[in-house]
């Protein structure tokens, strides 16, 4: 356990990230604005792109990849918690998110399956969240914390909770 925390603390403190490994960094791309407290659908305008770990002007049907927009309800993996995931659309296009990653800069990284269509810069585009995995998401995070206060209450201040793992099946 000891050799663990100090492997998490370490990757902390020198940055370690999703972008740093597996994807490009969007440096010098503008802070996506979050609305996903109160909005799981809205209008936004997308602003980079990249597939294959490189930036890209567009990405097409059957391609995955990384779409960047202006302001998004998709939450980032965060804390241990799952990045939302749902759907990214436009006329005649449609691009499945599997998973919401955000970097250093704040900028929300929405990682993409396109299943119809093609996606380019400044396409405007609806997002929509999967209410019912957001709804599971927010169960199972909720329960992470109401245990761990049952614990602290029952064993004491000594317990401490973090790093756990939360998404819609646990």
Not at 20 to 30: C, I, P, R
Not at 82 to 108: F, H, W
Request: net charge negative.
């Amino acid at each position: 356990l000891k050799v663990q925390k100090e492997t998490a603390r370490n990757a902390r403190k020198d940055g370690s990230s999703w972008e740093d490994n597996d994807g490009f960094k969007f440096e010098g791309t503008q802070a996506t604005e979050f609305v996903g407290y109160t909005d799981l659908t809205c209008e936004s305008k997308i602003i980079s792109l990249s597939s294959n770990g490189e930036e890209a002007d567009g990405i097409g049907e059957g391609e995955n990849g990384v779409i960047v927009v202006k302001k998004s309800p998709f939450y980032a993996e965060m804390g241990g918690q799952a990045g939302d995931i749902g759907l990214i659309v436009k006329d005649g296009a449609e691009a499945k998110v599997i998973d919401t990653k955000k970097n250093a800069s704040g900028v929300y990284m929405h990682i993409v399956e396109v299943t119809k269509g093609s996606f380019t810069k400044s396409d405007n585009v609806t997002l929509t969240v999967c209410k019912k995995n957001r709804t599971a998401i927010g169960r199972n995070h909720s329960a992470t914390h109401l245990l761990h206060k049952a614990l602290k209450e029952t064993l004491g201040d000594h317990v401490a909770q973090a790093g756990s793992e939360v998404n819609a099946k646990h």
